[in-house]
């Protein structure tokens, strides 16, 4: 019996997919070693001690949650500020932290970086966590129409007497988180004051009041 040139035809198609489903699979579970083998050699280098170890999807969904930031979808990014590493000795913070590294939602900026630099021991501790932070968050430059941005917002504070509520590099973070619609995550009023002025999406990495 002779088998129709669509039958083999067809087979193939379904093989070529199979295929392709699979090295699909194969490249997601090799990106998530590698961030967990990167997060991993982070944590023993001693670097830095605000990356933990991972967390499941759905624990940093809720914690993120607890923390004020709900109804944000796929591919949201998170610019985790110094004063939300600075707790991540707390076991939630670290796992949401970690989460969203693993999910590549973490974001950083120069103002961030160089905050996390200054805390570095010598030149080799510097650099380590400059890169590091490289591979593991997606670094959102800044730019004169960000900064500007940041100047227009001190100025609509001022009008207001509020000016002196938030920091520079806080207005400066503040604006990049803005102009690329990342949500601020942070353990620091002065977003909340940044915030009331422009309106933009900004979460307490635990509730306020409820860390040191």
């Not at 997601?28 to 070693?33: I, L």
């Not at 600075?86 to 905050?115: K, Y």
């Not at 100025?155 to 604006?175: C, E, F, N, Q, S």
């Not at 915030?195 to 900004?202: E, K, R």
């Amino acid at each position: 019996m002779t088998v129709p040139a669509e039958v083999f035809t067809e087979s193939r198609r379904r093989r070529s997919d199979a295929g392709l489903a699979i090295q699909r699979g194969q490249d997601k579970t090799e990106q998530m070693r590698a961030r967990a083998r990167a997060i991993d050699e982070l944590m023993a280098s001693d670097a830095r001690s605000d990356v933990p170890g991972g967390a499941p999807r759905d624990e940093v969904g809720a914690g993120l949650e607890r923390a004020g930031a709900r109804g944000a979808g796929p591919g949201q990014l998170y610019l985790i500020d110094t004063s939300a590493h600075a707790r991540s000795q707390h076991a939630a913070v670290r796992a949401i932290i970690a989460g969203l590294i693993t999910d590549r939602a973490a974001a950083t900026c120069v103002t961030v970086d160089l905050e996390a630099g200054y805390s570095g021991r010598d030149l080799r501790d510097v650099r380590t966590i400059a890169e590091r932070r490289k591979e593991l968050y997606v670094v959102l430059p800044i730019s004169e129409v960000i900064a500007d941005r940041a100047r227009d917002v001190q100025v609509r504070m001022a009008a207001r007497g509020h000016h002196r509520a938030a920091g520079v590099i806080d207005l400066l973070t503040a604006a990049v988180a803005e102009h690329y619609g990342a949500v601020i995550l942070h353990y620091d009023a002065d977003f909340e004051h940044v915030a009331a002025t422009t309106g933009q999406a900004h979460a307490w990495i635990a509730p306020r009041g409820t860390l040191p």
